[in-house]
Structure formats: C-alpha cells, structure tokens
C-alpha cells in the first residue's frame, strides 16, 4: 500500500470529499495531496498560462518526491466555473491533460477523473 495519492483537480467543494474517498479506496492510499484550481483541465491542455502550470508542477513535484505520491488523477466536473465548455470539451481536455501530466513523471501512473451531472465518478481512458 502507498501512503498518498496525488489529485489535480478544480477547486469546487461539491467533488473534494467524494474524490477523496474515491482515490482512497480504488487505489488504496491513506492520503490524497489535492492541488487545486478553478479548471485546471482547461489550463493544463490548452498550456497558454505558464505561470499557472509551473505552480500545478511545483506542488505536484512536493507530493511526489517528498510525499512519494505515485499515481496522480487529473479531475474534471460537469459544471465546472473554470471550464465553460460543454462537457465532451472538458472530457477531451481531461484526455489532454492526462497526457501532459505523464510527460512531467515517467514513473508515476496518471488518471483521468469526471464527475458527471450526478456527480458520478468516471475514469477517463485516451
């Protein structure tokens, strides 16, 4: 058994708590690091404010080599402040993102996450 988890996710209080439960159980993990942002599968696949991914890269780099996260989940959400799009955008962007994530770890497994309309957890496969 690990110890953490890493989620990458929108800062929205309707998905903290099942996220966690969720990481926690399917992967087996005591704690889940959760780094924040209003839609931040918007900004990791569009990859236009650097600022803002340097930071995402920066905390994510604390939990996974000091926390010794090794699986990291990016998170989207049906109705979503920071992502506009509809939902198959926000999917396409949690694909991307997914993506450029693994580039910044080659030894850590990265998921994608969605919470539907129901805020049902689904995993996001390319």
């Known amino acids: 058994m690990s110890i953490f988890a890493t989620a990458i996710s929108c800062m929205d209080g309707r998905i903290q708590i099942k996220l966690q439960e ?17 839609g931040p599968v918007k900004v990791i696949a569009r990859n236009q404010q ?11 780099d604390i939990s996974i080599n000091i926390h010794q996260s090794n699986i990291i989940a990016v998170v989207g959400h049906h109705d979503c402040a920071g992502v506009t799009e509809d939902n198959k ?4 962007y949690i694909k991307s993102s997914v993506s450029a994530v693994k580039k910044w770890y080659k030894d850590v497994t990265v998921i994608g996450l969605w919470f539907d309309e129901e805020f049902n957890i689904k995993e996001i496969n390319d």
Request: neutral net charge; aromatic residues 10%.
């Open 50 to 60: 650097k600022d803002l991914i340097h930071n995402l890269q920066l905390r994510s």
């Open 89 to 92: 955008t926000q999917i396409e």
């Open 22 to 38: 969720y990481i926690k159980n399917k992967y087996d993990v005591l704690y889940v690091d959760t780094i924040t942002l209003a």
